[in-house]
């Protein structure tokens, strides 16, 4: 069976003029770049919208989940309030399950870090969205290596696993294994990849001398496509009716500049595994 990836663009990328943490005007902003370049959308759904009452952006979040023909959501939090048995964590549970059962919401990814209890989560895993969890990078505290995905993956057998790109590059220089090493060891648990690499690679004439950032896309970085992605090519579709999601994750800056660097980086991706 062919390796056909769906291409997803996550919300979080798209970096705005001005204010840039204004969650509402980012969500739109993604969605409109992501229609315009027929991908679906990742969209970040933090259990902190509903401690702090976001009625209005989770409004927003639920009409966007509806909007495309597949849509993902990445749970955040903080460590002040781990996923788990609390009341913002009941409330995101119930929102995502809604969506679920109205066939709007196809995949979760979760930090493990923030996970205070797996089965409290578990509900949202079924026959018509995945519950998965991600890779994480030096950054974090835990699940950063190879062995900790290994054992939480063999304690919760009925769990997906996410690789982010550039999470993985940046444990490398403390001994970690590469991609290709993921994807032999997880190839069977896979269905959703992170992509973006390590390093700001953004023109400094266009982003301004104080512009900073870790997450680039892979277009602008000297490293030849195939090189990044080949490993993806080892893991097995079977189990995933022949698809593993692929979310573009970084950096898009506002303006021409991002649209035409997120077009090519789209483009690249289609031809690549076309």
Request: hydrophobic share 45%; charged share 25%; aromatic share 8%.
């Amino acid at each position: 069976m062919t390796f056909a990836p769906r291409f997803f663009l996550r919300d979080a990328v798209a970096i705005l003029p001005g204010n840039r943490r204004d969650l509402a005007a980012r969500l739109e902003r993604s969605c409109g770049l992501a229609r315009e370049l027929d991908l679906d959308l990742e969209i970040t759904l933090d259990a902190r919208f509903f401690r702090d009452g976001q009625d209005e952006l989770l409004a927003a979040i639920a009409r966007q989940a509806g909007a495309f023909r597949r849509t993902l959501f990445h749970l955040h939090s903080g460590p002040d309030l781990p996923l788990g048995d609390n009341a913002p964590t009941r409330q995101l549970v119930d929102y995502c399950r809604k969506l679920i059962a109205a066939g709007r919401l196809h995949g979760v990814c979760v930090h493990p870090d923030l996970v205070a209890d797996f089965a409290f989560l578990q509900p949202l895993h079924g026959p018509e969205c995945y519950l998965a969890a991600e890779v994480l990078d030096e950054k974090c505290t835990s699940h950063n290596t190879l062995a900790e995905i290994r054992d939480l993956l063999e304690r919760h057998q009925w769990l997906g696993l996410v690789l982010d790109t550039a999470h993985i590059a940046g444990m490398l220089p403390a001994g970690e294994p590469d991609l290709a090493a993921y994807c032999a060891a997880f190839a069977s648990r896979v269905v959703e990849v992170h992509i973006s690499q390590m390093g700001n690679h953004y023109d400094p004439a266009q982003m301004g001398p104080d512009f900073a950032t870790n997450h680039s896309l892979l277009v602008l970085g000297e490293r030849p496509l195939a090189a990044n992605l080949e490993p993806l090519r080892t893991l097995d579709p079977l189990h995933q009716k022949g698809r593993v999601n692929l979310v573009i994750e970084g950096v898009i800056p506002a303006g021409e500049y991002g649209r035409l660097l997120l077009a090519d980086e789209a483009r690249s991706f289609r031809e690549f595994f076309r």
